[in-house]
């Protein structure tokens, strides 16, 4: 499948940023809202993870067309924001230009496969924002009833997002050991697009529209009870309950 552009990642990017800064007051009003699809965390605790990574990818993106790595996340010295919903505000100005600001044909480290461009940081902040979009919707629904997400996820930019999920993260995640591969071969299908996970002859398919696949995948969505499955449903679900993703 023909991947989407830097620019059109950057344009998706921009919606889910004012997305989660138009629902920020809210979200402030209740920092102590549970994020559903992440136990343990809070509102106050996404916006903090959002504004670390924003201080990383920057990081990382101000080493592009050198020779030079970033210091490994989590040892730069630039403190954390004492209010994690001010700090979000600041660094999503901050990675909207940074990233704006730099070629994305410029060799950079990523942890994807080679070439290692910048156009990476393109792909990975548009998914990593989306997801968590989706987060922050499912957060504050219960106190905004009438709450609509609005970060515009087409099946174009979802199906990218599944691309870079089965593609690139999982076969990685299996590699180093995070993830067992499947006791045999799993097809994955969308929109006309299909991909196979584990090796061998295909054991089941699971089969379903763009955006719940992604939304699935990163379990924002029931997957299985949403998509139409064949075949094994055991390898299948042992395999989504797997650490697939982070």
């Not at 549970?34 to 106050?44: E, I, K, N, Q, R």
């Not at 490994?72 to 994690?84: A, F, I, L, V, W």
């Not at 219960?142 to 997400?149: D, G, N, T, V, Y």
Request: with cysteine; aromatic share 6%; charged share 20%.
């Amino acid at each position: 499948m023909t991947q989407l552009s830097s620019e059109d990642h950057l344009k998706q990017l921009a919606n889910s940023l004012h997305f989660m800064s138009d629902w920020l007051p809210q979200a402030r009003q209740a920092p102590e809202t549970t994020v559903p699809a992440c136990p343990g965390w809070t509102l106050s605790d996404l916006y903090a993870h959002l504004s670390d990574v924003h201080r990383n990818v920057i990081q990382t993106l101000a080493t592009a067309g050198t020779d030079r790595r970033p210091e490994p996340r989590g040892q730069n010295s630039e403190q954390h924001h004492s209010d994690p919903f001010d700090g979000f505000l600041e660094s999503s100005r901050d990675l909207f230009k940074a990233l704006t600001a730099t070629d994305p044909g410029l060799a950079c480290w990523g942890f994807g496969p080679p070439p290692r461009l910048a156009a990476f940081w393109f792909r990975r902040q548009n998914m990593e924002h989306l997801v968590h979009a989706e987060d922050l919707a499912q957060s504050l629904r219960s106190q905004e009833p009438a709450m609509a997400k609005e970060a515009h996820l087409s099946n174009e930019t979802a199906l990218d997002g599944v691309s870079e999920l089965l593609d690139m993260l999982v076969p990685q995640r299996i590699r180093s050991g995070t993830v067992e591969q499947p006791a045999a071969a799993l097809r994955f299908e969308a929109a006309g697009q299909s991909w196979i996970v584990g090796a061998g002859e295909v054991v089941a398919s699971l089969t379903t529209d763009p955006v719940t696949m992604l939304l699935g995948l990163w379990r924002r969505r029931p997957l299985l009870s949403l998509a139409i499955t064949t075949g094994d449903r055991e390898v299948l679900g042992a395999f989504l309950q797997s650490k697939i993703v982070p």
